[in-house]
């Protein structure tokens, strides 16, 4: 494994949440040393399912040598399993419920492991605290982590679609991130989003005012927006909604 230079925190627990701030405080104890980044605090809630899709996306132009703690759980307490993942000179820790299979699918150099470990101290539901603050401690400190190894079809969502033609995030302006690569798009094809019909631009000032189109964002992904607007609003649409794409098939 290489060396892990930084740490970032990818969860639906809300900005400034309080479970946010005790990861981080646990993390500060525990490794000190490394700079640890809140990426993204505000995914779906309870939805690996669409998350997974925008890490995968996040991950591009993040550096290498950088360790993702990945908690989006609503399986905490139950029986799902814990995770390790390295991919690509990345690391990810999380649950076993899909939230980091697009990664591992897309990952050239890919290893996968079950945690076994537990601490002996471990509350039914806050395993981001005591459970996977603790195991990036060992990852990163470089100490022995009781783990099996496992192939990447094995795990949750490995047979989940590459592309997946839905909104998986709203950001704060409104527009609405899909799980799509705009590269499986072919040339200007036309989408469909709540009986509206969307163009291709390029980008924002292509468009008249207050005008919904589609365009590829800076992850690489097929956004939704309206110029000088909220997408969300003028199309009624949110995080799990359908988009048809009308001139072929993902």
Not at 95 to 108: C, E
Not at 135 to 151: F, I
């Amino acid at each position: 494994m290489s060396e892990i230079r930084r740490i970032a925190l990818v969860t639906d627990f809300g900005a400034g949440s309080l479970y946010v701030g005790q990861m981080l405080l646990r993390l500060s104890e525990l490794v000190p040393e490394i700079p640890v980044v809140d990426l993204v605090s505000n995914l779906p809630p309870f939805r690996p399912d669409l998350s997974a899709y925008l890490l995968s996306a996040l991950v591009r132009d993040v550096p290498d040598d950088t360790l993702f703690l990945c908690v989006v759980d609503p399986g905490v307490g139950g029986g799902r399993s814990v995770i390790h993942i390295e991919a690509d000179r990345r690391c990810y820790v999380g649950p076993d419920n899909g939230l980091m299979s697009v990664v591992a699918r897309h990952g050239r150099v890919v290893r996968v492991r079950r945690v076994t470990w537990r601490p002996g101290r471990l509350s039914a539901s806050f395993h981001g605290r005591d459970l996977f603050c603790p195991v990036v401690g060992m990852l990163v400190r470089g100490e022995r982590l009781e783990s099996l190894s496992v192939d990447r079809e094995s795990i949750v969502g490995s047979d989940w679609p590459d592309d997946l033609a839905k909104v998986v995030f709203v950001d704060g302006y409104g527009n609405l991130i899909s799980g799509m690569r705009a590269s499986a798009l072919s040339g200007d094809v036309r989408l469909r989003a709540a009986g509206t019909e969307l163009s291709r631009a390029r980008t924002f000032c292509e468009v008249p005012h207050g005008t919904a189109f589609w365009y590829e964002n800076s992850l690489g992904l097929v956004e939704l927006a309206v110029n000088k607007g909220r997408a969300d609003l003028t199309l009624g649409l949110g995080a799990g909604d359908p988009i048809d794409v009308l001139d072929g098939s993902i």
